[in-house]
């Protein structure tokens, strides 16, 4: 019998995990099998020292924050009298 991950032996007297979709696989092979067969829905993310978890922010999100940011360099750069160099 094979690991339905790698496709290497399932060894005699080792560790073998078998899923409810029965799958038999290696123990190192597990969280891989979980995350490309079952696909479950997870967010990404840190957690703060008071244990609280902290989502990271999205490419929209990230791409509204750049905006946003650039939009305050330029305000502060107009309302200092400085001008930009023309496009060519």
């Known amino acids: ?3 339905t991950v790698c496709g290497n032996p ?3 007297d080792r560790v073998v995990f078998h899923c409810s979709c029965d ?3 290696h123990a190192y092979c597990w ?5 490309e067969a079952h696909r479950p829905r997870f967010e990404m993310g840190s957690v703060t020292l008071d244990g609280e ?4 922010a ?15 360099h330029s305000e502060k ?3 200092q009298g400085a001008t930009t160099p023309p496009s060519e």
């Open 1 to 3: 019998m094979n690991c």
């Open 58 to 72: 999205t490419e929209k999100e990230k791409v509204s924050i750049a905006q946003l940011v650039a939009g305050t």
């Open 31 to 35: 969280d891989e099998h979980v995350l």
């Open 10 to 12: 399932l060894i005699f």
């Open 53 to 56: 978890f902290v989502p990271r």
């Open 77 to 79: 750069a107009d309302s």
């Open 23 to 25: 799958a038999f696989v």
